[in-house]
């Protein structure tokens, strides 16, 4: 079983950058699709990025400037030019999907969140 543990997030002003990381142990992070999802009060899940055996996925709100990677112990989401919609808490999520999903449901195991504050 994969354990997931965010960190990375904190309080930034509007073009600025932040690295989150999500750290996994219980297993090699590359046997599966990886993908950040970010909840924003009295709102779901929403997909953010994700990436498996092929390219990342992004959701289009984030497209150009986030980036997703990911080796066997880490993934991390690289957010740039961060605008003050972004704000939410962020959640590493693993599947054993072989494609990216973006429902939540599609995905086995979260991390606890880290949040993420946009300033203007």
């Known amino acids: 079983q994969v354990q997931l543990v965010e960190s990375g997030g904190g309080l930034v002003q509007a073009g600025d950058s932040l690295r989150l990381s999500c750290a996994a142990s219980?297993?090699?992070?590359?046997?599966?699709?990886v993908s950040w999802f970010r909840r924003t009060p009295g709102q779901e899940r929403e997909f953010v990025a994700g990436i498996s055996t092929s390219a990342g996925r992004y959701a289009d709100s984030v497209k150009g400037r986030f980036t997703i990677s990911r080796d066997n112990a880490e993934s991390t989401l690289l957010m740039t030019n961060l605008k003050p919609e972004d704000t939410g808490v962020y959640y590493c999520?693993?599947?054993?999907?072989?494609?990216?999903?973006?429902?939540?449901?599609?995905?086995?195991?979260w991390g606890q969140g880290t949040q993420v504050t946009v300033s203007s």
């Open positions: 999520a693993a599947s054993r999907a072989i494609l990216v999903e973006t429902s939540p449901s599609q995905y086995d195991y």
């Open positions: 219980g297993g090699p992070l590359r046997m599966y699709a």
